[in-house]
């Protein structure tokens, strides 16, 4: 039942539902602070429960996501419920900025419609939205559920309005910002608008001494910079060609040169890939650098570098889309790929220097 650090509890809707295993973690926590505060076991016992039932909620809310999403043929992959909340792990976000932001207004919709709900049973009922007795007690009394899970859930809307990645409001403020200027940048502004919440909070947790905010601080922080990265990296990959990942340190090689030609020439150079030509200057091969240290480590000066070369190569065109690239290293296992123009060789592309492209250094 426990896959990947996370407990399976069912599938609800074709939606699998999980719960990672540091949730245990804020149950334990829950026990602890109610020891603390002097509650009875009773209370304890009821504050667990309650505690479950937040998170109920909380995967409500993810559901919503995950529904509305299946409705512009985004599929689901899971639930998670953790410490800090739900994540519903979307197969991918939505391109269409309208879309994105249904799909993100929809969690908070739901925490809306249970609010509703119960302050409809509260105020017909003639309960009130009082909660009865001190910290210690309050869980002595099971009228006060649904008063402080209304509350709570009006919290959940609150929070996760917070402008900020990864919160419901840093998606919708990201959306909006992207039907004028384009998901990239969208993702841009909104990625600093949350760092920039995020020092606020921090700087105001060290203030107060308020250990939640100062986490929440640091987490939407580095939340806001992984969000940027990885729709900058989806537009490198989406848009990206052969000639933007273009490395030109190159250095070529007749079959017949020996390997202490490459020794002489690769010290100190930064033209590290190493390209075969046959009589003819046509590229038949490469040598991958580990192949390189691994001759000099056994003093392979006179063998000729056509015993070290590998043919697994395939020569491409500056034109080529960066998503192709992907396809040639994986599947067909080749080491380097050289690139050629009018059959004149203008540069070679590594998988080192594809991952590179993709990294976004912000």
Not at 62 to 85: C, M, N, S, V, W
Not at 217 to 237: H, M, P, Q, S, W
Request: proline fraction near 3%; hydrophobic fraction near 50%.
């Amino acid at each position: 039942m426990f896959k990947g650090g996370s407990l399976y509890l069912g599938t609800l809707l074709k939606i699998p539902v999980k719960v990672h295993w540091s949730f245990a973690l804020l149950l334990f926590y829950v026990v602890y602070t109610g020891q603390q505060l002097g509650m009875s076991t009773f209370a304890i016992i009821n504050f667990f429960y309650f505690t479950l039932l937040i998170f109920a909620c909380v995967v409500l809310h993810e559901f919503g996501h995950a529904l509305t999403a299946r409705k512009y043929g985004i599929g689901t992959q899971d639930i998670l419920i953790t410490p800090i909340g739900g994540l519903a792990r979307l197969d991918r976000l939505p391109e269409n900025p309208w879309h994105e932001m249904i799909v993100a207004i929809a969690g908070p919709l739901v925490n809306i419609g249970i609010a509703l709900l119960i302050g409809g049973y509260l105020y017909f009922s003639g309960t009130g939205f009082e909660v009865i007795g001190e910290e210690s007690i309050v869980f002595e009394y099971f009228s006060n559920f649904p008063v402080l899970l209304l509350y709570l859930n009006v919290i959940l809307v609150l929070f996760n309005l917070i402008p900020a990645f990864p919160m419901d409001g840093g998606r919708i403020l990201r959306a909006l910002i992207s039907v004028f200027k384009g998901r990239k940048k969208g993702t841009q502004i909104a990625s600093w608008i949350g760092r920039i919440l995020a020092v606020g909070f921090l700087i105001f947790g060290l203030y107060e001494n308020h250990l939640g905010l100062i986490f929440i601080g640091i987490f939407v922080y580095f939340a806001a910079r992984a969000e940027y990265r990885t729709v900058a990296a989806e537009e490198r990959y989406r848009h990206g060609k052969v000639s933007d990942v273009l490395n030109h340190n190159f250095m070529v090689f007749s079959k017949n040169d020996l390997m202490q030609d490459i020794f002489h020439q690769w010290e100190g150079s930064e033209e590290n890939a190493i390209l075969i030509a046959d009589d003819e200057n046509n590229i038949i091969g490469v040598i991958p650098e580990e192949d390189v240290f691994h001759a000099k480590e056994q003093g392979d000066v006179f063998t000729p570098v056509y015993r070290y070369m590998s043919n697994e190569f395939e020569s491409v065109t500056m034109e080529l889309p960066v998503r192709h690239l992907f396809y040639l290293f994986n599947n067909k296992s080749v080491q380097m790929l050289p690139v050629s123009r009018d059959g004149r060789i203008l540069g070679v592309v590594r998988r080192q220097d594809l991952a590179n492209f993709l990294t976004l250094r912000t």
